[in-house]
């Protein structure tokens, strides 16, 4: 199997999808992978960051890891993508950032390549299932391959059920989650490697 490169790639307002994109990138790499750690842009003005502490904060966090570019998405074989809900959907941050790569859609440039993906929100029913199905719906249009984790490992049944990606909520990922999300990485990797192969 050849080894995939995976671009892990997320937004994260206080922090939860930075955490499990550090999960996802360290998992994919123990399993072969050549990763990519990378961020969407924030579009919330500088001054709203600024007004919240815990906002500002993961900013800062997260300034030293590069933007995810075009050249990224280029490169890679596979893409894990995490991102908070918001009112059922992806966060705008997401959703603007996906509606720049039109020039890549019309290229064809990710047609054939894998994507997971994950989800975070206040509560357990907050809407990660409509988010993550949402990001499976825009990826198809580019041709992406879906690799949902399924029920493919016992630890789904540990995690929440969430088959179609891990379901976080706000706070450390715990030990549980962590599983979860590395057997999802993993699998995104022996997937894409079969296609890469």
Same mark, same amino acid.
């Given at each position: $199997?050849?080894?995939?490169?995976? %671009?892990?790639?997320?937004?994260?307002?206080?922090? #939860?999808?930075?955490?499990?994109?550090?999960?996802? @990138? =360290? @998992?994919?790499?123990?399993?072969?992978?050549?990763?990519?750690?990378?961020?969407?842009?924030?579009?919330? *003005?500088? /001054?709203?960051?600024?007004?919240?502490?815990?906002?500002?904060?993961?900013?800062? +966090? #997260? @300034? =030293?890891?590069? =933007?995810?570019?075009?050249?990224?998405?280029?490169?890679?074989?596979?893409?894990?993508?995490?991102? *908070?809900?918001?009112?059922?959907? $992806?966060?705008?941050?997401?959703?603007?950032?996906?509606?720049?790569?039109?020039?890549?859609?019309?290229?064809?440039?990710?047609?054939?390549?894998?994507?997971?993906?994950?989800?975070?929100?206040?509560?357990?029913?907050?809407?990660?299932?409509?988010?993550?199905?949402?990001?499976?719906?825009? %990826?198809?249009?580019?041709?992406?391959? *879906?690799? /949902?984790?399924?029920?493919?490992? *016992?630890?789904?049944?540990?995690?929440?059920?969430?088959?179609?990606?891990?379901?976080?909520?706000?706070?450390?990922?715990?030990?549980?989650?962590?599983? #979860?999300?590395?057997?999802?990485?993993? +699998?995104?990797?022996?997937?894409?490697?079969?296609?890469?192969?």
């Amino acid at each position: $199997m050849a080894s995939p490169k995976i %671009a892990v790639i997320f937004y994260s307002t206080y922090g #939860s999808n930075h955490g499990i994109a550090l999960a996802a @990138a =360290e @998992a994919a790499k123990a399993a072969g992978a050549e990763v990519r750690l990378r961020r969407i842009p924030e579009t919330a *003005p500088a /001054a709203v960051v600024a007004s919240q502490d815990a906002w500002k904060a993961q900013a800062d +966090r #997260s @300034a =030293e890891i590069p =933007e995810i570019s075009v050249e990224d998405l280029e490169w890679a074989d596979g893409f894990y993508l995490t991102s *908070p809900t918001r009112f059922g959907g $992806m966060a705008s941050q997401t959703r603007a950032w996906l509606d720049t790569l039109g020039g890549l859609w019309v290229k064809g440039a990710l047609a054939g390549k894998t994507i997971t993906a994950s989800a975070t929100a206040q509560n357990r029913n907050g809407g990660t299932e409509g988010a993550i199905q949402q990001t499976y719906v825009s %990826a198809m249009h580019f041709g992406m391959i *879906p690799v /949902a984790p399924g029920y493919t490992d *016992p630890v789904k049944f540990e995690d929440g059920g969430n088959p179609y990606g891990f379901s976080g909520q706000p706070g450390a990922l715990d030990e549980t989650g962590k599983k #979860s999300v590395a057997h999802q990485a993993k +699998r995104l990797v022996e997937i894409t490697g079969k296609l890469v192969g």
